[in-house]
């Protein structure tokens, strides 16, 4: 792309700022940014992308780490324009203390705004793990990670949540949308994760359909779809998904989880679960599904308590897990235990969190209790007597067990062990 | 510049492997022999002997202002003048008093404070002017950037808290004239921090220059009649005194309160910091330990709080620096007494002035290492910071990993005698790794150090088996000092740049024994 050609954005959402007229080139120069900088800003940059037609590269760098890593920034930048096909321009740094994986994909995302979206994706080396998720895993907390906001991603999985959630949608300005991708992209390459598993939530369609190209390569476990509201676009999720994993000849599971956010949502809840295989649980955005009945949102919930256990309802149905919304005060850590503890009473499985203070109430108000445990244990324990006796009433001293009761049992003793309740 | 005239200095090797000079500001220096290995000889100094003959029999000390007490004192070129930190950035006592030092055309002053801040910005000016031929203490910002760059006629000499009582009682350091601002003071120079518009807390920091110095001058902007109760400065020690409408801005001697940090990492450190001790049972009836004021180190006692109380356990004694978090301990009776060393939120000022069990300790009695014995080394854990540690647990706390001045060693030197000394530090800071193979500057040497808490592991020295032993089969994530290096270097692409340092010594750092300890390097 050394020709100097300047593609003007195609979006109207890409981010142009008028430049001033260039020394070294007698024409208007447009330059085109992305990532942010600035004295509160931590773990990011700022890269301004000024092509021109002759002069090479040049790069003009200003970081708070320059004594430390400015060669390291100033090679990797080198490398990046390299990549894309960059032959002449001036690309100005604002640096943060940014990571790698972010300076990469900071340097990308200003390129491509200059090139209209289009332009080589640069992938950095991939160093995280890919472990593959199991459909019925734990899922009590799902920590959500701002899509535009790097400096969270690298301790994320430190914090000990049973997921971690990359969001795209309503944490990512519009503005934003394109770079963010692109930052999620080299995130889910580089960032260890641990053994969380690993989310992406994607835009609402159409736009959704571009995030998934970018991160379906890069195998997330799974997919949230905001505001689903019928099963159709589950399907059309579906088939993206399974168009990009056969174009890059990818294998193994990507799960979905719908988000209802809306009346309509919740009446279809089970077509939704029902829509693809891949779909393992059903949650709720109560703040947009309380917009939508044009009712306040309360601490109680009992606005949303009719959507609530019909989601609950349509998802075991389905035979997949339901799992609650968010809390919103990360203040009240004694709110969300009573939130908790009656979502869990109601059949959900896990909720979405917003900061990781949260995670251990949030683990603690899901376990099933010590006293559930050890009834739950006996009852195992009788079960498994009766089936070695061949025997096909259990019973518990004098008591008989129901077959249903049993179950239940199986269950919580299964799930009790997966947390680690179990003294074996 | 004096940097292409400079002669060469002479320099010896210590027993850190650190080339540190044998001089220094005209006095010959040991260079570290190792913890312990340094036995010192002789008497202690003392101030000349004074009569009361020469004092008013009425005790009335008082002088009109600072310049003529100044002057009383027999201020002139080349003397040691000191200040000290009690009231922090809000300080503005020790400015005036250099500038009423310029004002009398005095030159080639040592300033000796016991810290330094960023509001003291404008001694460059002085030294610039050489009313301040250099500094022998704490230096950062502006002052440590000064030096940094080799503009400091003398070398800066960097000492801990114990280490600066130990300098003044061993002779080292002989101060000319002290000048204590007093938040409360009668007119015979009795003096105390707890009372008063400009209250402080512990006036600590200034005995030492009490009892040694050859002339005492304490300015407040609140005069008692006599007795100024209680005197944590005696005026017995004190040849003037002078009152001003105000000794420094209140906002900036105290916080209001100190903020618990937010960062959800900071708080993983100082949980696990706390439930160490609780594994290892550090934490029993009747311990005792030490935390600071920063964010971390008020988290982890917030921690600690809730494991006391559900263990049942309480603390014979914590020190401070204190803040509401110790206060409210002593509160609730989970510590018999606090031994405050500096006070940093009005919660704190409040209950040293009120409740008896919180009481003032001062270097002598908690760090000086010169004694028979101190307070650091009784206790059973202190959790302190640290700019960098390397993998063989030598920590930083006094210069950047690019080599500039980044702040004073307070009591940090002095607190690695503690029965567990823990550094709880992030595992990086804007991309920089923490922990490094080797530290730009050693503040304290790795045998002294324990236990190193980040958010992504927790290193135990090997020195310390026990501790080692006292975590097996707990859930805490116990890993070596250099797989968390390695897993930080991963993620920050690789160690960063070596500091760019010419071979011209600009600072040193000494040991609390007062041998030197390493050389900080003027900036290329």
């Not at chain 1, 019925?136 to 906001?149: F, I, T, V």
Request: hydrophobic share 40%; aromatic share 6%.
């Amino acid at each position: 792309m050394g020709t100097g050609a300047l593609a003007r954005p195609a979006a109207a959402t890409l981010r142009v700022e008028e430049a001033e007229m260039s020394t070294t080139i007698a024409e208007l120069a447009a330059t085109y940014s992305a990532g942010r900088s600035g004295k509160d800003v931590r773990s990011d940059q700022k890269a301004t992308f000024t092509p021109r037609t002759s002069g090479g590269i040049e790069i003009e760098l200003a970081s708070r780490v320059a004594s430390y890593y400015g060669d390291s920034i100033r090679a990797q930048a080198v490398e990046v324009l390299k990549q894309m096909g960059v032959v002449d321009a001036h690309l100005k740094i604002e640096d943060e203390g940014a990571l790698p994986f972010v300076i990469s994909a900071r340097i990308e995302a200003a390129v491509r705004r200059a090139w209209g979206g289009k332009g080589k994706r640069v992938l950095p080396e991939r160093t995280a793990k890919q472990p593959s998720s199991q459909r019925d895993r734990l899922r009590r907390s799902r920590l959500y990670l701002p899509g535009a906001e790097p400096k969270y991603f690298v301790s994320a999985a430190l914090h000990g949540p049973d997921a971690i959630i990359l969001d795209l949608e309503d944490s990512v300005h519009p503005s934003e949308k394109d770079a963010s991708r692109i930052l999620v992209r080299n995130a889910l390459r580089c960032v260890d994760f641990g053994s969380c598993e690993r989310m992406v939530r994607i835009n609402q369609l159409p736009l959704g359909l571009a995030d998934l190209e970018e991160v379906i390569p890069e195998h997330p476990d799974l997919i949230l779809l905001p505001k689903t509201e019928t099963a159709e676009q589950v399907v059309e999720v579906a088939r993206k998904i399974a168009e990009v994993k056969r174009l890059n000849a990818m294998s193994g599971p990507i799960w979905l989880m719908p988000i209802l956010e809306s009346a309509l949502g919740i009446e279809n809840a089970f077509a939704i679960a029902k829509a693809d295989e891949s779909v393992v649980a059903l949650t709720i955005g109560l703040e947009d599904y309380t917009a939508d009945l044009g009712v306040v949102k309360t601490l109680e919930g009992s606005e949303s308590l009719y959507a609530r256990t019909r989601l609950v309802n349509a998802a075991k149905a389905a035979g997949i897990q339901a799992i609650d919304s968010v809390f919103g005060d990360v203040g009240d850590m004694a709110g969300l235990r009573a939130w908790g503890e009656r979502s869990r009473a109601m059949g959900f499985e896990g909720m979405g969190c917003i900061h990781p203070g949260q995670i251990a109430v949030i683990h603690d108000a899901y376990a099933p209790t010590q006293p559930e445990i050890d009834k739950a244990l006996k009852i195992v324990a009788a079960y498994e007597d009766a089936q070695q006796k061949g025997l096909g009433v259990v019973s518990l001293g004098s008591k008989m067990i129901d077959p249903p009761v049993v179950n239940r049992a199986l269950k919580l003793v299964a799930r009790a062990r997966a947390m680690n309740l179990v003294k074996e | 510049m004096p940097t292409a005239t400079a002669p060469k200095v002479e320099l010896a090797r210590n027993a850190a492997g650190k080339q540190v000079p044998v001089e220094v500001n005209g006095h010959q220096q040991t260079p570290y022999l190792g913890v312990g290995q340094y036995e010192p000889t002789g008497r202690k100094a003392a101030p000349l002997i004074r009569s009361n003959k020469n004092y008013p029999e009425n005790g009335d000390k008082r002088v009109p202002d600072l310049e003529t007490a100044l002057r009383l004192c027999g201020l002139r070129d080349g003397m040691t003048i000191s200040n000290h930190h009690h009231l922090r950035d809000g300080d503005v006592i020790a400015l005036q008093s250099l500038q009423a030092a310029a004002k009398m055309g005095v030159h080639d002053l040592m300033w000796f404070p016991s810290a330094s801040f960023p509001s003291q910005k404008p001694v460059i000016d002085l030294m610039e002017a050489g009313v301040v031929h250099h500094i022998e203490g704490s230096m950062n910002g502006p002052l440590g950037d000064y030096c940094s760059q080799g503009k400091m006629r003398g070398y800066g000499v960097l000492r801990s808290h114990g280490g600066r009582w130990q300098a003044i009682q061993d002779g080292e350091v002989h101060v000319d004239i002290a000048i204590i601002a007093a938040p409360t003071a009668d007119p015979f120079g009795n003096a105390t921090g707890s009372l008063g518009k400009s209250a402080c807390g512990s006036l600590g920091f200034a005995l030492a220059d009490s009892m040694y110095a050859d002339r005492v001058i304490v300015v407040t902007d609140n005069l008692v009649p006599f007795p100024c109760i209680p005197w944590q400065i005696q005026g017995n020690n004190v040849d003037y005194v002078v009152e001003v409408p105000s000794i420094g801005d209140p906002s900036k001697i105290v916080s209001g309160t100190t903020q618990i940090t937010r960062s959800p990492d900071r708080l993983l450190i100082a949980k696990y910091v706390a439930e160490f001790l609780r594994v290892t049972g550090i934490m029993r009836d009747g311990f005792s330990f030490q935390a600071g004021a920063g964010g971390i180190a008020l988290a982890f006692v917030d921690y600690l709080r809730a494991m006391m109380k559900e263990a049942g356990v309480k603390a014979r004694f914590v020190r401070g620096g204190s803040t509401k978090y110790l206060v409210e301990l002593l509160n609730e009776g989970l510590t018999d007494y606090i031994l405050d060393g500096q006070t940093f939120d009005l919660d704190g000022v409040r209950s040293l002035a009120t409740n008896p069990r919180h009481v003032a300790s001062s270097p002598f009695t908690s760090y000086n290492y010169h004694g028979k014995g101190n307070f650091a080394s009784m206790i059973d854990a202190v959790v302190l910071g640290a700019t960098e540690v390397d993998v063989n647990f030598n920590g930083n706390v006094v210069t950047h990993s690019d080599g500039r001045l980044l702040h004073g060693i307070g009591g940090w030197q002095n607190c690695l005698f503690s029965g567990c000394t823990i550094l709880a530090i992030p595992s990086f800071r804007d991309r920089i790794p923490v922990i490094v193979d080797e530290v730009t500057t050693i503040t304290g040497p790795g045998e002294l150090i324990d236990v190193v808490v980040t958010e992504r592991g927790i290193a135990i020295n090997p020195l310390r088996q026990d501790l080692i032993d006292a975590t097996k089969g707990s859930k805490l994530p116990i890993r070596p000092i250099q797989d968390v290096q390695k897993e930080v270097f991963a993620l920050c692409g690789g160690p960063p740049q070596k500091p760019s340092v010419t071979d011209r010594p600009v600072a040193v750092v000494k040991w609390v024994d007062g041998t030197v300890l390493d050389t900080v390097w003027q900036l290329a």
